[in-house]
């Protein structure tokens, strides 16, 4: 689905990047996977062998997927398109409830989240315009951004950023549909990632998990979940679609989830 493709994954080392990563070098494609820790890239790029080039560098630093881009070009001749997956909790820097949150945390997680989204957006939009053939953008969300749970995952920063990215996928969607760029977002549930240790590893958690995610007889999704939308969503097969938001979440947003 994806043969002839040149891709830019930020955020494409570890977790729910390096799944796709490897999802769309078996479809087919040519990657620039982007991370910030150099071991996770140097194993990642081993991994995915000379279908993928690696590229060191911060999600937060405007110029990160400007050389991504570039790169994705000097490597493969082309770049079709971008598939923005890095951000993180900024629970640890100050997010939480409202009445706990931090000025640093608010400022942290929406510069992790939202700010790096709307780097890595800006310039591929830059980049299909000046081609001008169009493109592809995915962003990541997160179920948070509409269907909050109270008890387990109360980050409203987090929150707020998720659904922004959820607005400015729109608003790119529209702007940009009559050039062929496309913008849509994928917005899981709990998934087992380096992020979600703290969820993964509370028992309470996994219980909700259990009623909450209840597909596939309930359990935490894994990064490989998301690739067949993530490869639909990249591919020519989706290319009547825009401005969408695809939940992958194992039936969060039509499940009560028990507390008890």
Same mark, same amino acid.
């Given at each position: 689905?994806?043969?002839?493709?040149?891709?830019?994954?930020?955020?494409? @080392?570890? /977790?729910?990047?390096?799944?796709?990563?490897?999802?769309?070098?078996?479809? /087919?494609?040519?990657?620039?996977?982007? /991370?910030?820790?150099?071991?996770?890239?140097?194993?990642? $790029?081993?991994?995915?062998?000379?279908?993928?080039?690696?590229?060191?560098?911060?999600?937060?630093?405007?110029?990160?997927?400007?050389?991504?881009?570039?790169?994705?070009?000097?490597?493969?001749?082309?770049?079709?398109?971008?598939?923005?997956?890095?951000?993180?909790?900024?629970?640890?820097?100050?997010?939480?409830?409202?009445?706990?949150?931090?000025?640093?945390?608010?400022?942290?997680?929406?510069?992790?989240?939202?700010?790096?989204?709307?780097?890595?957006?800006?310039?591929?939009?830059?980049?299909?315009?000046?081609?001008?053939? /169009?493109?592809?953008?995915?962003?990541?969300?997160?179920?948070?951004?509409?269907?909050?749970?109270?008890?387990?995952?109360?980050?409203?920063?987090?929150?707020?950023?998720?659904?922004?990215?959820?607005?400015? @996928?729109?608003?790119?969607?529209? @702007?940009?549909?009559?050039?062929?760029?496309?913008?849509?977002?994928?917005?899981?549930?709990?998934?087992?990632?380096?992020?979600?240790?703290?969820?993964?590893?509370?028992?309470?958690?996994?219980?909700?998990?259990?009623?909450? $995610?209840?597909?596939?007889?309930?359990?935490?999704?894994?990064?490989?979940?998301?690739?067949?939308?993530?490869?639909?969503?990249?591919?020519?097969?989706?290319?009547?679609? @825009?401005? $969408?938001?695809?939940?992958?979440?194992?039936?969060?947003?039509?499940?009560?989830? $028990?507390?008890?």
């Amino acid at each position: 689905m994806l043969s002839g493709k040149s891709l830019v994954i930020i955020g494409g @080392t570890t /977790g729910i990047g390096r799944s796709a990563a490897r999802a769309f070098v078996d479809a /087919g494609a040519r990657v620039v996977i982007v /991370g910030r820790n150099p071991a996770h890239l140097s194993a990642a $790029q081993e991994a995915l062998g000379k279908s993928a080039a690696g590229l060191e560098g911060d999600a937060c630093d405007p110029r990160t997927a400007e050389e991504a881009i570039k790169l994705a070009v000097a490597h493969s001749g082309q770049c079709d398109g971008v598939y923005h997956v890095a951000g993180g909790s900024g629970r640890k820097a100050g997010d939480g409830p409202l009445h706990e949150l931090t000025d640093e945390g608010w400022n942290a997680t929406l510069q992790w989240n939202l700010t790096s989204t709307m780097f890595s957006n800006r310039a591929a939009v830059r980049h299909f315009l000046a081609r001008g053939r /169009g493109g592809v953008l995915l962003n990541m969300s997160s179920v948070l951004a509409d269907s909050p749970s109270r008890a387990y995952f109360t980050t409203h920063a987090y929150a707020a950023a998720k659904a922004a990215i959820n607005g400015f @996928t729109k608003a790119i969607a529209a @702007t940009y549909a009559a050039e062929n760029i496309r913008a849509n977002v994928i917005a899981p549930a709990l998934v087992k990632t380096p992020m979600s240790e703290r969820a993964t590893n509370d028992d309470a958690i996994i219980r909700f998990i259990r009623t909450k $995610q209840p597909l596939d007889g309930g359990r935490i999704g894994e990064p490989e979940d998301l690739d067949g939308a993530a490869i639909f969503l990249m591919s020519d097969q989706s290319r009547f679609v @825009t401005g $969408q938001i695809v939940s992958v979440d194992g039936g969060w947003g039509v499940s009560d989830g $028990q507390l008890v």
